[in-house]
């Protein structure tokens, strides 16, 4: 498996799908100096990971769900202040994988790990202290001399005098920058969090255009937008035996028109055909649900949520599919854009 290239950016979510080149930070004052770096948010399932990638970019990039693994495949945020720009990149959890799909996640999680300028290893407050991740990513970082800032996430889940004896644990177990808690949720912490973070990165280029946000594309963020509903309103192993392709992605001038209140978007409507991928016929019947009524409800709460991200009417039309054991299958994670080829 070839990793990405180092810090090559993908395209860019805007309409420009052209090659990104870096600008140079040639200074000629000190006080020009541009710094940059590539900030990967690591840590296992759950703790909070793409949460606070949303909050430290100011808007919803990555999907959030109390299900675990809900991030499958490295999620870039771009943070520029005219003066640093820092590529967050949001990871799927540490977990141990069982499927080759598992595989793929864990692996995007240390490529863009080993990737990073600086990493960030995100943990849970209500925890007592490192688990076998955890001492794992610490091995790592010694090993390969990685910079890291310790985040302790979800303090607004604890009383303070709990922190330290977490501090204390992980401490010991690794050389970190900086320990900083936090609340993802409420946005305690974040501002330190991100200055001891800019504290750290090297001079170097701006990645990406300054106004990019993202990397995904519209299309990615529409199927996991839908994913996202799926995860919100199926249980057992529905959830994580699904996906989502997008097969269709057309604007019209037919009908609709602009959503109220939206002054940017120049578009008047957006057809959009996805396929719900799931691994077995009685997984489709609760997806299809009683009359369609399943199907039906997470394709109006995708639509819905779809229309605000693009700020116009949408069409939205979802389809159920079985593909047994499609977790393993090399050709269908490839065309679902799981894994490096990406
Ligand atoms: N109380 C509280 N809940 C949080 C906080 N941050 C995240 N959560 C919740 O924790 C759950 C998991 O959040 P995610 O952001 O999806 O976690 P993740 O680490 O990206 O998870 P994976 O993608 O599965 O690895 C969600 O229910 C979030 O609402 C926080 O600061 N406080
Ligand atoms: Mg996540």
Same mark, same amino acid.
């Given at each position: ?25 040639? &200074? ?38 109390? #299900? ?18 820092? =590529?967050? @990149? ?10 080759? %799909? ?15 300028? =600086? ?5 849970? &407050?209500?925890? +007592?202290?490192?688990? *076998? ?21 979800? =303090? ?25 808690? @936090? $609340? &993802? $949720?409420? *946005? ?21 255009? +300054? ?9 990615? %963020? ?5 994913? /996202? ?7 057992? !192993?529905? +959830?994580?035996?699904? &996906? @989502? ?17 939206? /002054? ?19 997984? #489709? ?7 369609? $009524?399943?199907?039906?409800?997470? *394709? ?19 389809? @159920?599919?079985?593909? !047994?054991?499609? #977790? ?15």
């Amino acid at each position: 498996m070839n990793p990405p290239p180092k810090k090559t950016p993908p395209p860019a979510a805007a309409a420009s799908s052209a090659p990104v080149a870096p600008v140079a930070a040639s &200074a000629p004052e000190p006080a020009a100096v541009f710094r940059s770096g590539f900030v990967a948010l690591a840590g296992r399932a759950n703790v909070g990971k793409s949460t606070l990638v949303n909050r430290l970019a100011g808007l919803r990039v990555a999907i959030v769900s109390p #299900k675990p693994q809900t991030t499958r495949h490295a999620i870039r945020a771009i943070v520029d202040d005219g003066t640093s720009q820092i =590529v967050f @990149v949001d990871t799927p959890g540490l977990h141990k994988p069982t499927t080759r %799909l598992g595989q793929l996640m864990v692996a995007s999680a240390w490529d863009a790990f080993l990737d990073s300028d =600086v990493a960030v290893l995100i943990t849970d &407050a209500t925890r +007592p202290g490192p688990d *076998g991740h955890e001492r794992q990513f610490c091995r790592k970082a010694t090993e390969a001399g990685k910079p890291v800032v310790l985040c302790i996430n979800k =303090v607004d889940k604890v009383r303070k005098e709990t922190l330290l004896p977490i501090m204390a644990a992980f401490a010991a177990a690794s050389d970190f920058l900086a320990i900083v808690p @936090v $609340s &993802a $949720s409420t *946005g305690f912490g974040v501002d330190t969090l991100l200055a001891e973070i800019r504290a750290h990165l090297p001079e170097g280029p701006r990645y990406f255009p +300054p106004e990019t946000s993202t990397d995904q594309t519209e299309r990615m %963020l529409v199927a996991e937008i839908v994913r /996202e509903r799926i995860l919100a309103d199926t249980f057992e !192993e529905i +959830p994580h035996g699904t &996906a @989502v392709e997008i097969e269709a992605f057309e604007e019209t001038d037919e009908g609709g028109g602009r959503i109220e209140g939206d /002054e940017t978007s120049g578009r008047r409507f957006v057809r959009i055909q996805g396929r719900i991928l799931c691994e077995k016929e009685t997984h #489709k019947a609760i997806l299809v649900g009683q009359g369609g $009524s399943m199907i039906k409800r997470i *394709g109006t709460e995708s639509r819905e949520a779809i229309e605000r991200m693009l700020g116009c009417r949408v069409h939205l039309d979802l389809r @159920v599919k079985t593909k !047994e054991d499609w #977790k393993n299958d090399r050709s269908v994670l490839r065309d679902l854009g799981y894994g490096p080829e990406r």
